[in-house]
């Protein structure tokens, strides 16, 4: 990241000395062994977990001694794991983990607590998840509000946007991927949980795309990092705060309410289509674009191949289908084989309705989340994609809403799917995004291998929703059949 104007008007804070390191991790490993694979953003279920090792530790309140007052400390640990998969970095999967200590928590903070040390630095203090104590979450904000550094921390704020004091913290009701925490219905921090080494693209995209005054997406308002090693190195990014678009409802939910009540769901859509299509014509001007001709086009297949080889080896009700699903990608290779190129440009990444929201006024979409599949590493997310790889994202969205939602997949969901569907990718074109439907070769690869990511994700993750994606695995695959147009 270049060190820009935010970063330059730091105020700094002097380094405090963390609680030694050895010390420290040996006495939370017995802790952190049985919270960190309950939680949400573990990414390494099903797994044997056997270890972990400090990457980094930051005091951002003094955690031990006997004070009364909380503690508050930001660790960075690698959990070492069996037989990790091939994109696991070596070492293990490193997590951001911000932890509280308190000699005694009150009684409402009993659910974020991970237990006792029986030794090391923190002996005689509980430690809890400090990111559901809204005492310490205001902490954060507060060394968000005053640019500077702690430790290896730094704290940036874009120059121009004012954040009040005093706001009210609360986490967000539903875990996912990261962890997020309101304050006062005006901003919204994200914490970022499996961390990679530099930008992350939802602090990158979203202010490249500020900057090209594109109104589709909260602007980031303020971020902390780790500073790399090297004077030049990009820092890596652990956290954003962004406004809270209060007062709308995301489009899961809102799909979810037209199923229902058996209504129609076009408008919205096709709307939706509109806000995809200007956020990409946005990207493809204020970041890179290239052209993806034969290799390149091989080399995405032959990456789809391994993804659908391997998901169909720890998911085995993948089996039957793979040879069918190959033809996807296979369409792929004779489309470069044939001469043809495609463009490609930064795109979302991980586009599904969890990831709009619609303002009840106005009823305007805006997009968030642009960190793409967590599953993938960084530097892949980062790299220039066709934009239909969105498109067919969300259309996998609808295709959900109608199989797990009120209507239960029953033929008249099916057919509701197939019109949002529609009116989604014709409200794309119109805003300028190259038509869809001219991409079919592609449009079923990105698919097959969206179906095929979401058959691992809820295998691992929500084991009651494998059929959903089962059931376009199967009508993908029945596109691959002999004779099949
Ligand atoms: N700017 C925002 N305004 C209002 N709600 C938001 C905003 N950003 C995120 N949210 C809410 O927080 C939830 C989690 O945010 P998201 O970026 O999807 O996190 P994760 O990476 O953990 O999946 C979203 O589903 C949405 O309901
Ligand atoms: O946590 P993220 O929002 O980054 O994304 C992950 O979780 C999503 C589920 O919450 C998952 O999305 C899948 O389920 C959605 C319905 O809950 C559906 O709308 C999406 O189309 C479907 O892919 C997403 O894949 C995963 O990366």
């Not at 503690?71 to 932890?99: F, K, N, W």
């Not at 006792?116 to 310490?136: F, Q």
């Not at 790889?389 to 609808?398: E, I, K, P």
């Amino acid at each position: 990241m270049s060190d820009t104007a935010s970063t330059r008007a730091t105020r700094h804070t002097p380094d405090r000395s963390p609680v030694t390191a050895p010390d420290l991790l040996s006495s939370l490993v017995p802790l952190l062994a049985e919270w960190v694979p309950r939680q949400r953003w573990f990414a390494g279920k099903g797994r044997l977990l056997t270890g972990f090792t400090l990457v980094a530790a930051t005091e951002l309140l003094p955690c031990a001694g006997e004070g009364n007052a909380p503690g508050l400390l930001q660790l960075l640990v690698r959990a070492q794991q069996s037989a990790p998969p091939s994109r696991t970095p070596a070492g293990g999967d490193c997590y951001q983990l911000l932890l509280g200590t308190h000699p005694a928590p009150p009684p409402h903070l009993a659910p974020a607590v991970l237990g006792r040390p029986a030794g090391g630095p923190l002996r005689g203090r509980t430690v809890y998840d400090a990111l559901l104590d809204n005492r310490l979450c205001g902490l954060l904000l507060e060394r968000l509000r005053v640019p500077g550094r702690i430790g290896a921390l730094r704290f940036c704020r874009e120059p121009d946007v004012d954040i009040p004091s005093g706001l009210t913290a609360r986490p967000i009701a539903v875990e996912q991927s990261n962890s997020s925490i309101v304050y006062g219905d005006t901003f919204i921090l994200k914490v970022f949980r499996r961390i990679e080494p530099g930008v992350n693209p939802d602090l990158e995209l979203p202010r490249a795309l500020a900057g090209a005054r594109c109104a589709r997406v909260p602007a980031p308002a303020a971020w902390f990092e780790s500073a790399h090693p090297e004077p030049d190195g990009e820092a890596t990014t652990l956290g954003v705060l962004q406004p809270f678009l209060a007062g709308s409802t995301d489009g899961w939910q809102l799909a979810l309410n037209a199923l229902a009540v058996r209504a129609d769901f076009t408008r919205s859509a096709r709307a939706l289509g509109h806000a995809t299509a200007e956020v990409h014509t946005a990207l493809a001007q204020a970041l890179p674009t290239t052209e993806l001709r034969r290799p390149q086009l091989d080399a995405i297949a032959a990456q789809m191949n391994e993804r659908l080889e391997a998901t169909a080896r720890a998911v085995p009700v993948l089996q039957p289908y793979r040879v069918r699903l190959r033809t996807a990608f296979d369409a792929l290779v004779a489309m470069g084989h044939d001469g043809r190129s495609w463009a490609a440009q930064r795109i979302h990444g991980d586009l599904h309705l969890g990831q709009t929201l619609r303002s009840v006024e106005g009823g305007r979409w805006a997009l968030i989340d642009f960190e793409g599949e967590p599953a993938r590493p960084l530097a892949e997310r980062r790299r220039p994609q066709p934009a239909v790889r969105d498109v067919a994202a969300m259309l996998r969205s609808f295709d959900y809403a109608a199989c797990s939602g009120p209507a239960g997949g029953d033929p008249w969901a099916l057919d509701w799917a197939r019109r949002t569907r529609a009116a989604y990718c014709l409200g794309y074109a119109e805003a300028g995004g190259p038509d869809p439907r001219s991409a079919p070769e592609l449009m079923r690869a990105y698919e097959t291998d969206k179906a095929v990511y979401e058959v691992l994700y809820e295998a691992r993750h929500r084991p009651d929703w494998l059929s959903v994606p089962m059931a376009a695995i199967r009508r993908l695959a029945a596109c691959g059949a002999p004779g099949a147009g």
